[in-house]
């Protein structure tokens, strides 16, 4: 018996490059973004199977599947919905918020052994919600053990101020995350993730690497920048005449790292899809006069240099790799779950060729 692994909701890979650098094999990942196909197929040497969850049936998931497999289903259903950033009104109008239950529906169709799911730590408020109770409710119901737990990314070695919620659910007993592997005395900083890397200006690329690519600041925001100090923030920092109007109001008064720089000496602010620009968090570089790079936002997602977003600089779609970056999985966070269903196995007597 061996395990295999598909990855729903797959992206570009990062939570399926860190389960196979765990020492899994990740056999296939669904997405329904086909721009996502080179990276995840280059990176993760698996298929990419382009095809809506909605419409996904559990019979061509098991049909990936050999008869002695030990049947592993991981997957991160895109998070926005549930976000504190979107977590207003009726959400259960967002069709995002139906692929939980769709993976639900493909967990009961497939029956996997053991399935592992990541999310964002809103889901855990119930009362908004219900969604998650629901999906663990289903698990139980069809005899799996299920643990879930928030976790806080420094903690397992990722220079990023990250809190996700993790659940892990198997059929063969109890099972859990591994222990955290650092503490506050040795968190991995914004100095360790990108600090060895070319200076380059706003709008500029390395000439040394093409994903390391800065967005253009306007005058103004060059001026906003230049007056934020790292850990700073506009209200206390800038002159009056850069304020913009919506820091006049008492929400906007609420939003002080916006156009904030980040401190080297410290993990990063999490990576969203628009962490390559100043005005949508604390995305400034530490010392250089913009937002950070792209291959900056990678590399604080823990992505190693080496991993292959596009396959040419022809083909770079500034945006888009953004949006891929800020909704992947950190890759290491992939490496520790693919570590801690490893040990589970081994404690119950599974996985042996």
Same mark, same amino acid.
């Given at each position: 018996?061996?395990?295999?692994?598909?990855?729903?909701?797959?992206?570009?890979?990062?939570?399926?490059?860190?389960?196979?650098?765990?020492?899994?094999?990740?056999?296939?990942?669904?997405?329904? +973004?086909?721009?996502?196909?080179?990276?995840?197929?280059?990176?993760?040497?698996?298929?990419?199977?382009?095809?809506?969850?909605?419409?996904?049936?559990?019979?061509?998931?098991? &049909?990936?599947? *050999?008869?002695?497999?030990?049947?592993?289903?991981?997957?991160?259903?895109?998070?926005?919905?549930?976000? &504190?950033?979107?977590?207003?009104?009726?959400?259960?109008?967002?069709?995002?918020? @139906?692929?939980?239950?769709?993976? &639900?529906?493909?967990?009961?169709?497939?029956?996997?052994?053991?399935?592992?799911?990541?999310?964002?730590?809103?889901?855990?408020?119930?009362?908004?919600?219900?969604?998650?109770?629901?999906?663990?409710?289903?698990?139980?119901? !069809?005899?799996?053990?299920?643990?879930?737990?928030?976790?806080?990314?420094?903690?397992?070695?990722?220079?990023?101020?990250?809190?996700?919620?993790?659940?892990?659910?198997?059929?063969?007993?109890?099972?859990?995350?591994?222990?955290?592997?650092?503490?506050?005395?040795?968190?991995?900083?914004?100095?360790?993730?990108?600090?060895?890397?070319?200076?380059?200006?706003?709008?500029?690329?390395?000439? !040394?690497?093409?994903?390391?690519?800065?967005?253009?600041?306007?005058?103004?925001?060059?001026?906003?920048?230049?007056?934020?100090?790292?850990?700073?923030?506009?209200?206390? +920092?800038?002159?009056?005449?850069?304020?913009?109007?919506?820091?006049?109001? &008492?929400?906007?008064? *609420?939003?002080?790292?916006?156009?904030?720089?980040?401190?080297?000496?410290?993990?990063?602010?999490?990576?969203?899809?628009?962490?390559?620009?100043?005005? !949508?968090?604390?995305?400034?570089?530490?010392?250089?006069?913009?937002?950070?790079?792209?291959?900056?936002?990678?590399?604080?997602? *823990?992505?190693?240099?080496?991993?292959?977003?596009?396959?040419?600089?022809?083909?770079?779609?500034?945006?888009?790799?953004?949006?891929?970056?800020?909704?992947?999985?950190?890759?290491?966070?992939?490496?520790?779950?693919?570590?801690?269903?490893?040990?589970?196995?081994? @404690?119950?007597?599974?996985?042996?060729?």
């Amino acid at each position: 018996m061996k395990p295999k692994i598909i990855d729903l909701f797959c992206g570009i890979g990062g939570l399926s490059y860190g389960l196979h650098k765990s020492g899994l094999q990740v056999i296939a990942g669904v997405d329904t +973004d086909s721009s996502c196909q080179y990276s995840f197929e280059a990176n993760c040497k698996s298929k990419f199977i382009c095809e809506d969850i909605i419409e996904l049936k559990g019979k061509k998931i098991n &049909s990936l599947y *050999t008869k002695n497999d030990i049947k592993i289903l991981v997957g991160c259903a895109p998070c926005q919905p549930f976000s &504190s950033y979107t977590f207003k009104g009726d959400k259960q109008k967002d069709r995002r918020w @139906e692929l939980l239950f769709e993976f &639900s529906r493909i967990i009961n169709e497939v029956k996997p052994d053991i399935v592992s799911m990541e999310n964002v730590p809103q889901l855990l408020n119930f009362k908004k919600a219900p969604v998650l109770q629901n999906f663990v409710n289903n698990l139980e119901k !069809n005899g799996y053990f299920v643990w879930h737990q928030i976790i806080y990314a420094p903690d397992y070695g990722i220079p990023q101020k990250r809190k996700r919620l993790i659940l892990l659910a198997s059929k063969f007993g109890n099972i859990s995350l591994l222990p955290a592997t650092h503490t506050s005395k040795n968190y991995l900083t914004v100095r360790d993730a990108i600090g060895q890397l070319d200076k380059i200006k706003s709008g500029e690329s390395s000439s !040394n690497d093409f994903i390391h690519k800065a967005s253009k600041l306007s005058d103004k925001n060059l001026q906003r920048v230049r007056q934020s100090i790292p850990g700073g923030s506009w209200k206390r +920092d800038w002159d009056n005449n850069l304020k913009l109007d919506c820091h006049k109001n &008492s929400k906007g008064q *609420t939003y002080v790292s916006i156009y904030g720089r980040m401190k080297w000496s410290e993990p990063s602010p999490t990576m969203t899809t628009l962490c390559i620009g100043i005005g !949508n968090g604390r995305f400034g570089h530490p010392e250089q006069d913009r937002a950070i790079s792209l291959r900056e936002a990678a590399l604080l997602q *823990t992505f190693p240099i080496d991993y292959k977003f596009v396959d040419s600089p022809q083909n770079l779609k500034v945006g888009q790799l953004a949006r891929h970056i800020g909704n992947a999985v950190p890759p290491k966070l992939g490496e520790i779950i693919g570590k801690s269903i490893i040990k589970h196995l081994k @404690e119950h007597n599974y996985g042996k060729k």
